[in-house]
């Protein structure tokens, strides 16, 4: 009796535990990344609109003369573009506080997912009892400073200027962390310069050190 007893223990434990195995594969392969495609696109959109906002609030500040220095010569012919650095960094550390508070600003979320979109099957998506999954989010903001330049004629050259934002998300989320990456590149200004190409672009390299801020 007493090996009947435990040969049913033992195949219950085993039963017990493949059918906690199939409920934790299940939740791996279902659950998880219907929540985690819910939250990016939450995320993604509540953040990308912060961050339109907020680099128009600053770009409106500034002109491309207040970054770039044309140097000519008496003939007014090119000879070289300077950057302003300090101005440079100051638009920069401008821009990532900006975008930083407008981020913290979002506060808590809470991402709205129909329990048929579990399912896997496209019919079944929108539809059943509505489930509510709180979002928590911390942000790590970092801004870089890209020029190019571009011909558009025979002997004009377009030079423009723009704020590239990079923002790493921490979701903190029932089920598990993950992390949410955006990226957004931002025109600061531009001007077309007639003439030759300049033969000597200066740039301090100081100018491209940036910072990384974490809120």
Partial sequence: MKKRKARKVAVFLIVLCVAAGAVFFGFQKNVKPVVFTYCDALIASLGMDAINKSSADVVALYEYSDFVEIGKDDAGKVLY???NTPMVNGFVRSLALRCENA???IGKQTAVIPAGAFTGSALMSNSGP???VDITFFSTVKCDFVTS???VDINQTRHSIFAKIDVLFNTVLPIAEHEIFLS???L???NVIVGEIPGVYVADKNA???L???P
């Fill in 81 to 83: 573009l300077g950057t």
């Fill in 103 to 105: 981020l913290n600003a």
């Fill in 130 to 132: 509505k489930i509510n």
């Fill in 149 to 151: 330049f571009e011909n």
């Fill in 184 to 186: 957004n590149n931002v």
């Fill in 188 to 190: 600061v200004a531009e």
């Fill in 208 to 210: 491209t050190d940036y």
């Fill in 212 to 214: 990384d801020l974490i």
